[in-house]
């Protein structure tokens, strides 16, 4: 069986080397030439013997998931949608801003949390994606966009696991793609700005503070398990409270001083003075008085299913008060890219079940898409500037 490398960290590439009967070193070469330099092709490898290169290409292969389409919105973002086969494909989103390019990863095709507001938990759960899947997204969009900027250094600085699915529910796979994301010989991130977004899962919290803590975000949506049971149905098995305490476990381990917590904003909800101050109780029942806690509240973007609408800008200036004037930062998440509908929770938004992917996906392929290597450079420098 032909393997794909870009299935394996660093440990597992030497390994597989090994069985090929090669140094283990030749691994750091081969992934430096994947992951730094972009390379699919063991023939450009041009400082591998020549026998082990032809080794490699009868038994390897680099290969991330096929782009089904991309999409440019005005700001400045892009979407891609990666066939991950049977009828299922998954999205990435690459948001630019002045000191940092930000790539949004996901985990999973479909998700089975199901969360109320958010149109990937509509969709339902398809299967969880391998490590090439998901580090594919990054070795794509990066070497995608060195190549249209022409730029030899890196453009994406920060990883946030926010995109379809829930990362710890996929966890082996998820952390073998953050020690690639982190390794030296390959991206290099540091763990400051790599994030970890999870709706809940507490054992595997404690799990991934012992094997790769990187920045945590917890989406939390609601300041009472009665309301998020409603919002987040996986508060039914792990409730707020053990919440709470794996966070601040987590912290002990965590690259940074503070846990992000997202609340989506939803009129009516979960939006109130009241639903402001209870969040101010519950933080500070935490956490012995420090400020252990940031929170992001997200304009919701409404879609049919949900039933649920975005709060009123003053709705979300007066919660904000609230969380600072207690002395919490707070921060109002910026909307990008909802003309391509990849702002948060849009993902797969015009996807809602698996047959409709299924049958875009077909209808893609039979039109073939465009080579994306065939887009205009200059298009796309410009308008990511
Ligand atoms: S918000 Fe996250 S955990 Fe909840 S359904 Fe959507 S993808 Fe899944």
């Known amino acids: 069986m032909t393997a794909n490398l870009l299935d394996y960290d660093l440990e597992g590439l030497a390994a597989f080397c090994e069985q090929l009967g090669e140094k283990r070193f030749r691994a750091t070469q081969l992934f430096r030439w994947i992951h730094q330099r972009g390379a699919a092709r063991f023939s450009d490898m041009s400082d591998l013997a020549r026998s082990l290169r032809e080794k490699l290409a009868g038994c390897a292969e680099v290969v991330a998931p096929p782009v089904l389409s991309q999409h440019l919105s005005g700001d400045g973002t892009i979407k891609w949608l990666f066939d991950v086969g049977d009828g299922n494909a998954v999205e990435a989103v690459f948001i630019p801003e002045d000191d940092r390019g930000t790539l949004c990863v996901s985990s999973q095709a479909g998700c089975a949390v199901g969360c109320r507001f958010c149109s990937t938990g509509h969709q339902g759960f398809s299967r969880n994606l391998r490590v090439s899947e998901i580090i594919g997204q990054l070795w794509f969009a990066e070497h995608f966009l060195r190549r249209h900027l022409a730029r030899s250094d890196r453009v994406i600085s920060n990883v946030v696991m926010m995109g379809m699915g829930e990362p710890l529910q996929n966890y082996q796979p998820l952390v073998q793609s953050l020690r690639v994301m982190l390794d030296d010989h390959a991206y290099g991130l540091s763990r400051r700005r790599v994030t970890v977004s999870t709706s809940g899962v507490v054992p595997k919290i404690d799990r991934l503070a012992l094997d790769c803590p990187v920045a945590l975000a917890v989406s939390l949506h609601a300041p009472n398990d009665m309301l998020r049971d409603n919002l987040v149905p996986l508060n039914r098995t792990y409730p707020l409270q ?110 809602m079940d698996r047959t409709a992917v299924g049958k875009r996906i077909a209808k893609q392929r039979s039109i073939s898409i465009t080579p994306l290597r065939t887009v205009p450079g200059a298009h796309l420098t410009g308008d990511l500037k």
């Open 242 to 351: 053990e919440l709470l305490a794996a966070c601040q476990r987590y912290l002990v381990h965590a690259p940074r001083d503070f846990i992000t917590f997202e609340y989506c904003m939803l009129d009516g909800v979960n939006d109130t003075a009241e639903h402001a101050a209870a969040l101010v109780a519950l933080v500070q029942a935490h956490g012995g008085g420090r400020t252990w806690c940031k929170f992001n509240l997200i304009p919701f973007n409404p879609f049919p299913a949900s039933g649920l609408l975005r709060s009123s800008a003053s709705a979300v200036v007066a919660f904000a008060r609230v969380l600072t004037d207690a002395g919490i930062v707070t921060t109002v998440r910026k909307t990008r890219g909802d003309d391509i509908d990849a702002a948060c929770g849009q993902l797969a938004g015009d996807v």
